[in-house]
């Protein structure tokens, strides 16, 4: 179903709903249709570039742009796609399933149709599981999947001239997007917050990104979100009147949209104007952080669908289901589960395994054998303040997996010193390089030998006897100082913990 179009889809009785009351009385209801562009190279029935930004109507051929007496033809990848999504999400796969027409008039779609899927959607009776950040409560949810189902973008409509004092008041049509792929998941209505709607739809971003079917980008339109908002006195009663929200271009607009529209709902409730909910599409705009309305719905559209006669029917086996199966890279919810196995909090799990990027660079400094906990640490803390501050991505900068994981060895070994370490990384981030040069190069080795350290140590003593009879007259808090002496002899490179333990030995040694 594409964004503009009125929601067919029936309210489903929630299956098991995690019921969140918020507090007033009032349970939101909230699902959501989602619309994933794929990135396959063509389109979906023509082999015109499926090209994002391209120059309007560059990309078209006698078949999306809809003339008569074309024939389509399905784009393998398209299939492909919505199977491996389909098993991502746990869904039941249609071993047979069809395209239909979905009749409707619009200057974007000059067919007069739109190629979707309608009773028999490719893949059915999913489910996604999320974790919760842990600034908005934690947790685990499970958000069930209705289908996915396969079908086409129309074109773009662009209102260029909107002067009405000159009468230039038109609107371009530009058909590169008509017959780009994409994939529709309808979801249950199982979600109760913004929160709990953003971290859905950021999970199938994940999700899409992962498996690689689609940049999943919501600025240029490839991951589009419309949400079905109702609210109701209690959790056993029927739904409340459903309102659509579009045009949320972030997750973070997503959720205050939501949030805005579901106190919209209960304040109107309250004030007994309950009736003033109306079925009808609004906008968030940005600027006034609100919905307003964009269009009151005035009854369930008839697209009179029929079987598509110009495509035959989409048949899977099940040793090609199997086989996209076993292709499966890890998604995001099982490394979640496998690094919270490995000991990390939930708070690390989450940043570490929902950036598929960040994910990918962990998982090489574990596989270089690093410590888990250090790598986390080292990642979360000096590596990302370098990334934001530089405006990186983890995959562009010149510190490798193996050299972090070479650095993290060397300090776990106290062949140097964390904060010598710390200083090792800025000029890896920078520039790159080996550690063990660098450190070898500006003689950074940390000294861990006793000898050595005795020695310092002694010279230290006997350069300083007076605080060393405050020491030893009761002055413990000294130590500090002895420690702080020996390490600017070192020029910080004595081993923290052998130091501590000599001078101790010293200090306290019988007269
Ligand atoms: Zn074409």
Redesign the pocket.
């Known amino acids: 179903m594409l964004h503009r179009h009125l929601s067919t889809r029936k309210s489903v009785k929630g299956k098991e709903c995690r019921a969140q009351v918020d507090g007033q009385d009032y349970e939101a209801v909230i699902g959501i249709e989602t619309h994933v562009q794929l990135s396959t190279l063509t389109?979906a029935f023509?082999?015109?570039p499926s090209k994002y930004g391209s120059h309007p109507n560059s990309n078209?051929?006698p078949?999306?742009m809809g003339l008569p007496g074309c024939l389509p033809v399905l784009n393998e990848r398209v299939v492909e796609s919505a199977v491996k999504l389909g098993v991502a999400l746990h869904c039941q796969l249609s071993l047979k399933s069809k395209f239909d027409r979905k009749q409707y008039f619009y200057p974007d779609l000059p067919k007069g149709y739109q190629i979707s899927q309608h009773d028999i959607p490719i893949a059915r009776n999913g489910f996604v599981d999320v974790d919760i950040p842990m600034e908005f409560g934690g947790g685990h949810r499970r958000f069930c999947i209705t289908r996915v189902h396969m079908e086409e973008d129309a074109g773009k409509l662009i209102h260029a001239g909107n002067d009405r004092l000159s009468g230039s008041f038109y609107t371009q049509v530009d058909l590169n997007r008509a017959?780009v792929p994409l994939l529709e998941i309808v979801s249950e209505p199982d979600m109760r917050s913004g929160v709990e709607a953003a971290e859905y739809a950021a999970e199938l971003q994940r999700m899409v990104r992962y498996l690689g079917v689609s940049n999943g980008n919501m600025q240029e339109g490839s991951l589009r979100c419309d949400v079905n908002v109702s609210v109701r006195p209690k959790e056993d009663l029927p739904f409340g009147t459903k309102v659509e929200i579009k045009n949320m271009n972030s997750f973070s607009a997503m959720q205050r949209a939501i949030d805005f529209e579901i106190s919209r709902q209960v304040t109107l409730h309250q004030e007994g104007q309950g009736d003033k909910i109306v079925q009808e599409t609004r906008l968030w705009e940005e600027e006034s952080q609100r919905t307003i309305t964009m269009r009151v719905k005035e009854g369930l559209a008839d697209y009179r669908y029929f079987p598509e006669p110009d495509l035959p029917e989409v048949i899977l086996t099940q040793d090609y289901i199997d086989a996209l199966k076993a292709s499966l890279p890890e998604l995001p919810d099982e490394k979640r589960r496998r690094y919270e196995r490995m000991g990390l909090s939930m708070q690390d799990v989450i940043i570490l395994a929902n950036d598929s990027d960040v994910a990918t660079f962990f998982d090489a400094v574990l596989e270089k054998g690093a410590d888990v906990k250090m790598a986390a640490n080292w990642i979360m803390g000096d590596i990302a303040a370098f990334l934001k501050s530089e405006k990186l991505s983890i995959s562009e900068i010149k510190l490798t997996p193996l050299e972090l994981a070479d650095l993290i060895a060397l300090i776990k070994d106290g062949t140097i010193s964390g904060k010598i370490g710390k200083e090792v990384l800025v000029e890896l981030l920078a520039k790159g390089g080996s550690v063990k040069a660098l450190i070898e190069e500006k003689g950074l080795v940390q000294i861990s030998d006793p000898d050595v350290i005795e020695s310092m140590v002694d010279k230290i003593l006997a350069e300083n006897p007076k605080q060393l009879e405050q020491y030893r007259g009761g002055k413990t808090k000294l130590q500090g100082f002895f420690v702080g002496q020996v390490m600017k002899a070192s020029k910080g490179k004595a081993n923290p913990t052998l130091l501590s333990k000599i001078l101790l030995d010293k200090l306290n040694a019988k007269q």
Do not use: A, E, P
Request: aromatic share 0%.
């Open positions: 389109k023509c082999s015109c078209v051929c078949i999306c017959g």
